[in-house]
C-alpha cells in the first residue's frame, strides 16, 4: 500500500501553475509546501494582488483560499537563514534577538471541522 506520493511538475507561466495547483485538489491528504518563492519570477507575478492569507504563501494561499476545494491539511515549511553562526559560546539561534518580530513561528490548533483559516 503506497503512503506517499511526490510528484514534481514543470509549469511555464503562473496560469499553468494555478492549473497544476488546482488538480491536488481531492487527491491529498497533507500538502507540504514552501513559504517563500522569488518574488520577481513570472511565476508569482501579480498573485500579491490576489492572496487572502498572504503570511502562507503564494502555493499554500492557493490551496487554502476561499475559492478553493482542496479539503486536507497544508503544512508550509520555511527555510531559515542563519546569521553569524557561533560567536564564542553564544548560539545566535538561542538568542532572544536573533528572531524579528516577523520571523517568531506561530502554532495553531486548527479543529477538523474549521472551514476558515484562524486570523492571527
Known amino acids: 500500500m503506497k503512503r506517499h506520493d511526490f510528484k514534481e511538475q514543470v509549469v511555464r507561466d503562473s496560469l499553468e501553475m494555478v492549473g497544476v495547483i ?20 513570472s511565476m508569482f ?24 476545494t482542496f479539503d486536507g491539511s497544508v503544512l508550509v515549511v520555511q527555510q531559515q537563514n542563519k546569521l553569524g553562526g557561533m560567536v564564542g559560546r ?19 490548533d486548527v479543529q477538523p471541522e474549521t472551514t476558515g483559516w484562524p486570523v492571527i
Open 22 to 41: 488546482r488538480t491536488l485538489e481531492g487527491c491529498f491528504d497533507l500538502i507540504l509546501v514552501g513559504r517563500r518563492h522569488e518574488s520577481e519570477s
Open 45 to 68: 507575478y501579480g498573485m500579491n494582488d490576489w492572496m487572502e492569507y498572504p503570511e502562507l504563501g503564494s502555493v499554500a494561499d492557493m490551496l487554502v483560499s476561499s475559492d478553493s
Open 90 to 108: 553564544q548560539d545566535y539561534y538561542n538568542s532572544v534577538n536573533f528572531f524579528s518580530r516577523r520571523e517568531v513561528p506561530t502554532v495553531l
